[in-house]
């Protein structure tokens, strides 16, 4: 059975119109964010896609102990809730743990599971019991078949408000491939999927201390997702991702945001059932 996920304003699921989540990788002030946000949500809009503001308060997995994590829960929290205001979006942020999980859920509408915690039980149960939307990206280093295990986990606290995001998987070192199998496979545990075009062309720790990416490869990646069958898209967004503090060779130029969209959209419009 094929759930429909409600989301803010718009439902999100087969046979409904292609939704985006896309911001900065981290929070890192409160004027970045909210003009990219602003300026997505301009985009967006233009183009009849359901918008989902994304950014991190706290990167706890970052390769190196020097790198910037972001300004924590208490600053973030009030930021992402200035973008929900005022911007008039919902918002998705990263949880690792389940005290963050709960203050997180009192503002957010997308808690999002990383893809190195997507077995954490705890977690998952902690952010299922909110009753926000949970994304679990799928690990790294799992089959897209054993996803399947983190939905019900997700399932047995009784909440079928679930996402499920292919964002790569490891390919020997330093490096990710995207299996176009993976979304047929996740797509029939009846949650609407999503694919990560960013995260899928970072390498990761290939910086040495920090991950490096190919965001030349995001486009031809997105159009192919959108090609093999997904419910949304997931872009880490910058306008100007050489000076970002996180995860900038894999980012998208705000400026190039638009005609990204405008291809992959046609595409998922070329695939779509006809009666």
């Known amino acids: 059975m094929a759930h429909l996920v409600d989301i803010g304003s718009f439902k999100a699921g087969q046979g409904q119109p292609p939704f985006l989540i896309a911001g900065p990788c981290v929070i890192e002030s409160e004027q970045l964010v909210m003009e990219t946000a602003g300026r997505i949500a301009e985009i967006t809009k233009s183009l009849g896609i359901p918008y989902i503001f994304k950014s991190s308060f706290d990167k706890a997995n970052r390769t190196s102990i020097k790198s910037f994590r972001g300004p924590g829960i208490e600053q973030g929290m009030a930021i992402l809730k200035s973008v929900r205001d005022h911007v008039g979006c919902p918002v998705l942020t990263d949880v690792h743990t389940e005290e963050q999980a709960t203050e997180a859920g009192k503002v957010v509408d997308v808690l999002q599971i990383p893809a190195f915690l997507c077995r954490q039980t705890d977690l998952l149960i902690a952010a299922a019991n909110t009753g926000k939307v949970v994304n679990v990206k799928k690990g790294q280093f799992l089959s897209p078949i054993e996803m399947g295990n983190a939905v019900k986990k997700v399932e047995e606290c009784g909440s079928r ?20 199998r993976s979304f047929p496979i996740l797509r029939s545990f009846g ?7 960013t995260h899928s062309v ?18 031809p990646l997105a159009c192919a997702a959108a090609g093999a069958g997904v419910d949304g898209f997931f872009m880490e967004v910058h306008p100007n991702p050489d000076e970002a503090l996180s995860d900038g060779p894999n980012m998208v130029p705000l400026h190039q945001l638009k005609s990204l969209l405008e291809r992959v959209l046609r595409i998922c419009d070329a695939t779509k059932p006809r009666p």
């Open 202 to 219: 970072q390498l990761p720790g290939g910086g040495g201390t920090k991950s490096s990416g190919q965001r030349e490869f995001v486009e």
């Open 191 to 197: 949650y609407p999927v999503v694919f990560d075009a």
């Open 161 to 180: 408000r679930i996402l499920l995001t292919e964002r790569g998987s490891s390919f020997g070192y330093n490096n990710l491939v995207v299996d176009m």
